[in-house]
């Protein structure tokens, strides 16, 4: 059975989306006590490669690896072999890869963690990307239904391959809960408190809303990496969360 959160450092998901080691380990040793997750993204991984990781591993953090992986299936599969051997137990695949995609990722990671004397993966689908609206999705990409269903249908799929979970937008994030069950994790980015700007991202929320939608876990970024003071923006989000867990309770 799913963990139930009830530290606001838990539920906060930090992306690292800088471009050095030297950015990322700042990062980290400053707000380690208030965050609960490092999301290690494309920029960074893309810079430093498995050096970051190692680097990050030393500090005895968890890393989500946002590495969206999306190819054939045994392609991501393997792939996802060689991420477990690295000792990444959390990390991110492309929902439309398809069924066959996802289920021979999940049996395969989950063999090389089990070799490895490592914990269960967390693997997480992606459905719709918070950049992604339904004016996008409809007259770029072609995909005539609605963007609610369209998440949720991808939510089951992701489900029914054996994943732990997916990333979604807020906005659906309770068509999940309803459709997938309390046990299924929903990671959330998108996330923009109150005094945070909107940036490029369409479908976004605040802490509280995405607390109240069900989300176990919230991706935040530049709201608080580009901070004059992190710790204080961290803070103000933890109030947030804090008050909403409350309320959910």
Do not use: W
Not at 8 to 20: E, F, N, R
Not at 21 to 29: D, G
Not at 154 to 179: C, D, M, N, P, Y
């Amino acid at each position: 059975m799913k963990q139930i959160i009830k530290n606001p450092k838990d539920k906060i998901v930090l992306a690292l989306d800088v471009s050095t080691k030297e950015e990322a380990l700042k990062l980290v040793r400053e707000l380690k006590d208030y965050v609960g997750v490092f999301k290690v993204g494309l920029q960074l991984f893309m810079s430093e490669g498995y050096d970051v990781i190692r680097i990050l591993q030393d500090e005895n953090i968890e890393i989500f690896f946002d590495v969206k992986l999306h190819d054939i299936p045994n392609t991501v599969s393997q792939a996802s072999i060689n991420i477990i051997k690295h000792g990444i137990t959390f990390f991110n695949i492309h929902t439309v890869g398809s069924h066959a995609m996802m289920s021979k990722t999940v049996e395969l990671a989950e063999k090389t963690a089990e070799e490895h004397n490592l914990p269960k993966p967390v693997i997480l689908g992606v459905t719709v990307l918070s950049s992604i609206n339904q004016q996008v999705l409809t007259n770029e990409l072609e995909v005539n239904i609605n963007i609610d269903d369209y998440v949720v249908n991808l939510a089951k799929l992701s489900q029914k391959s054996g994943l732990t979970g997916v990333v979604a937008s807020v906005l659906e994030a309770a068509k999940i809960r309803k459709a997938c069950g309390k046990d299924f994790v929903i990671l959330c980015p998108g996330i923009r408190p109150s005094f945070a700007t909107k940036n490029d991202q369409q479908r976004i929320a605040t802490p509280a809303d995405a607390i109240k939608a069900g989300a176990d876990y919230l991706v935040i970024g530049r709201a608080v990496t580009a901070a004059t003071d992190k710790v204080y923006a961290m803070k103000q989000i933890h109030d947030e969360i804090q008050e909403a867990l409350a309320v959910r309770a």
